[in-house]
């Protein structure tokens, strides 16, 4: 199984992005999906998570900014980045939970927010 994460790129403050993740290969059935993102220097951190029966959590610092959905049909996850700050620069990630096994991550898209 890989995660192909996409749509990251360069954007200024105030500005928007949205992120996909989306899985290959033989995965049975996905609980939870997650975003988290890593700045340099920082440790990396839970973004945003989505369980299978739709329940979402946001870090405090993206409340209210950022919407995660997924797309079950296609075991994908979204991640709409509205209102975005120079602080939301970072590499993103996506992490995909199965029922049974290790969760699975994929390589990270980069966003950076600048003027």
């Known amino acids: 199984v890989q995660l192909q994460a996409s749509g990251g790129g360069l954007v200024q403050p105030g500005g928007f992005l949205r992120l996909s993740c989306a899985a290959s290969?033989?995965?049975?059935?996905?609980?939870?999906m997650n975003w988290y993102r890593q700045a340099p220097g920082n440790k990396r951190e839970l973004v945003a998570r989505?369980?299978?029966?739709?329940?979402?959590n946001y870090a405090d610092s993206v409340k209210g900014r950022f919407t995660i959905s997924r797309d079950n049909a296609e075991n994908t996850a979204y991640l709409q980045m509205n209102s975005l700050k120079l602080e939301d620069t970072a590499v993103y990630y996506c992490?995909?939970?199965?029922?049974?096994?290790?969760?699975?991550w994929g390589e990270g898209t980069l966003v950076t927010v600048s003027s």
């Open positions: 992490k995909f939970e199965p029922r049974v096994g290790m969760p699975y």
């Open positions: 290969g033989s995965i049975f059935s996905i609980n939870a």
């Open positions: 989505i369980t299978s029966s739709g329940s979402t």
